[in-house]
Structures are given as structure tokens and as C-alpha cells.
């Protein structure tokens, strides 16, 4: 799916390992059929000899297995460790948040309940920014100065929150914490990272627009 904060994390992970894996964006809402390839209904998938891996981080797992192109996992095991529990920290404890504004903003009932609602979903939000800055690095990435898979997890997902809040006109709570905006604008000059984020940009336009624009 275009714009996808999780399918993203895998093609930025393509794109600086160099990986021949071709890469078809599905539209939202994915076809009815998909549920066949994924019991999931979800993105990303990677087709493997004719069988199908979910989940985003398995799948980004896995293609470093393969041992092609520059590693994307630090080789020393603390700063590895280090790496997951980011990508575990962005995924159990703030992703859930954003879910709930996504749905709101889904189900089309931006216009009664949404401003209320988004402003104490913010607050969680907020928490679990100050959470994950506790474990990032002060330097260009996440974790030390090469890029991993921690990045190509929060990369996305950071990026997709600063536009929301710029469509909706609200306060953007990456750009509030200190730790986290450092940590994102250093990390987007990374070529990868920077041109996975613009490919994005087109797609969370027209999807967070209507809805909200109707809000206003
Ligand atoms: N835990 C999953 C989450 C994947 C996910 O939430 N994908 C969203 C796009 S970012 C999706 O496919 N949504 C389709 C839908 O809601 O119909 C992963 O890591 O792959």
C-alpha cells in the first residue's frame, strides 16, 4: 500500500541493501482477495518461492538473513539488542495510539468527536515519544552512526505523524520532543530514508485530506 509506515520500513531496508526484490504498491482498500495471501489483510507481504511472509519486521528480518548488501543490524550484540527494543518500544507502545486517530479518521467521524478525542490520544502519544527518546542515540541514527533496522521502523511512522498534524493544523508532538526531533531530522538526510519519505508524501496527502479538511 502506497504510504505505508510499515511497508516502508521493508523498502527503505531494500533500497540501502540494494535488493532485486520488485515491489508492488497496492490502493487502499486492498482487494478483497488479498485476505487469500495474507489472513491478515495486511502490508507488507514478501512472496517467497510461492509462499507469502507477513509482518513487517519477520519480513525485514528475514532479507538480512539472506546476507546480501551492507547489514542493517549493528554487529555488536548490546547495540542490537538496542535496535529491537526500539523497534519493539515504537510497535507495543506508541503505534496503538496513532492507530486510534487513524481510525477515527477512517470512519469518517473526524467532524464530531475528533478534535477532543485526538488531543487526549496525544497525550499517550507524547508519553511513548519520551519512552523511545530514553533509547536513542545522540548521533545521525538511531543506533550509533550507520543505519539499521530501527530506522527504517521509526523513519516512516515519524514522518507519516509530522504530516498529519500538518494537515489537520494541530500541534506535532515529534517536532515537541527534543530527543525524537533531532533524532528525525538528522536521520531523513539519509538518501534511503529520504527518498522512501518523499515517495510517501503523496499518498498521506490524499489520505488524511477530505476528512479532515470536512473537520474544519
Ligand atoms: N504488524 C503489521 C502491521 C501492518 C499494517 O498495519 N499495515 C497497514 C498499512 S500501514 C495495512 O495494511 N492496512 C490495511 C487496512 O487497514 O485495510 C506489520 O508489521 O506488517
Known amino acids: 500500500m502506497g504510504g505505508s509506515r510499515y511497508g516502508s520500513r521493508c523498502l527503505i531496508q531494500i533500497a540501502a541493501k540494494s535488493l ?5 504498491l497496492l490502493s487502499f482498500p486492498l482487494p478483497e482477495n488479498f485476505a487469500a495471501i495474507s489472513p491478515l489483510k495486511l502490508v507488507p507481504v514478501l512472496e517467497v518461492d510461492g509462499n507469502y511472509l507477513l509482518e513487517s519486521q519477520v519480513i525485514c528480518e528475514y532479507l538480512e538473513d539472506l546476507g546480501k548488501g551492507p547489514s542493517l543490524r549493528p554487529e555488536d550484540p548490546y547495540d542490537c539488542a538496542k535496535m529491537r527494543l526500539l523497534i519493539r518500544l515504537f510497535e507495543l507502545y506508541y503505534d496503538p495510539h496513532v492507530l486510534k486517530i487513524y481510525h477515527l479518521i477512517m470512519s469518517q467521524q473526524m467532524s464530531q468527536q475528533g ?5 487526549a490520544i496525544m497525550e499517550d502519544v507524547k508519553s511513548a515519544l519520551n519512552l523511545i527518546a ?10 550509533g552512526n550507520t543505519l539499521s533496522l530501527a530506522d527504517c521502523a ?6 507519516q505523524m509530522t504530516m498529519l498534524c500538518s494537515i489537520l493544523g494541530i500541534d506535532d508532538p515529534i517536532a515537541g520532543q527534543k530527543t525524537i526531533s533531532g533524532y528525525f531530522e538528522k536521520t531523513r538526510r539519509d538518501p534511503h530514508v529520504a527518498q522512501v519519505l518523499t515517495d510517501m508524501e503523496p499518498y498521506l496527502r490524499k489520505l488524511f485530506s477530505g476528512d479532515i479538511h470536512a473537520s474544519k
Do not use: S
Not at 532485486?20 to 508492488?24: F, K, L, S
Not at 478534535?115 to 488531543?119: N, Q
Open 154 to 159: 521509526l523513519m516512516p511512522p515519524f514522518f
Open 20 to 24: 532485486n526484490v520488485p515491489v508492488e
Open 134 to 143: 530514553t533509547y536513542l542515540d545522540d548521533q545521525q541514527y538511531a543506533v
Open 115 to 119: 478534535p477532543t478525542t485526538i488531543t
